[in-house]
Each structure stands twice: as C-alpha cells, then as structure tokens.
C-alpha cells in the first residue's frame, strides 16, 4: 500500500502536469481573443458568439488554474486529500476526478444543500408579499 507521501508526489506531479497544460490552452484563448478583429454588435453574429465563448472559457481555466494552485499548497503544507471541513480522507476515486477537490463528497454535498437553501431563501425574501404584487390586467 503506498504512503500517503507517495501519494502527495504524485498527485504534485499530476496536477503540475494538468497546471501546464490549462496554462497553455489559457494562453492559446486569450492570444486568439488579442488577434480577433473587432466584431459587430448584431444580433446573430457568429463572431460575437465565439468571443463571448472564448472569454468563458478564459473565466473557466483561470478557476481551474486557482483550484490547482490550492491543492499545490495543500500537497506543500501535506494537507492534500483531507477534507478542509470535516478533517476526514478524501475517498481516491475523487481525486482522481477531481484532483482540486478539497471537500470530502459529503461535506461537498453538504455545502451545496447550504448554498441552494440560502439562494431559495435570498430569492423568497426578494419577491414581493402576495398583497403587494402587481394585478394582471387581463
């Protein structure tokens, strides 16, 4: 059975490899959108489309590069594979999925649970009582 040392060595090499290869196609994205002509604000342009794919793509890989980074210090510090939260083994196939992943899937799930209800709860308290709502005129 391997050490957890050996498993923090190669997960570094892992995602040191997963690193460079989301620089380079970050840098690919962002030397295609410096070289793109101005595009036409119409409505149905193709290339205003694939601008505003490629800039979320650029949004997309500058996460995902933060998320590598993290779990770079947390395999420095040698807290690598240990839930942030709840302290316990993150399970291997996870981070084999997910080699950023800092939460354990139970406490991932948990935090989801969290943040929907907080968002339902945010968008109850924004909507209008009944009383107050505007009437349809029909």
Known sequence: MRTREEIARQE????????????????RVREWLRTEVD??????????????????????LERKLE???????????GTYG???RCGEAIDPA????????????KCQLEVERIAHRAAARA??????????RPKIIE
């Open 12 to 27: 570094r090499i892992r995602l040191e490899k997963e690193q460079k290869e989301a620089q380079e196609e970050l840098a």
């Open 39 to 60: 595009v036409d604000a119409d409505e149905g342009d193709p290339d205003l489309f694939e601008r505003e794919k490629n800039l979320a793509l650029v949004m997309a």
């Open 67 to 77: 998320s590598i980074a993290t779990a770079l210090r947390a395999v420095e510090k």
């Open 82 to 84: 240990i839930c942030e």
């Open 94 to 105: 996870r981070l084999e999925v997910r080699p950023d992943a800092t939460l354990c899937l």
């Open 123 to 132: 968008m109850a308290e924004a909507a209008p009582p009944p009383s107050r």
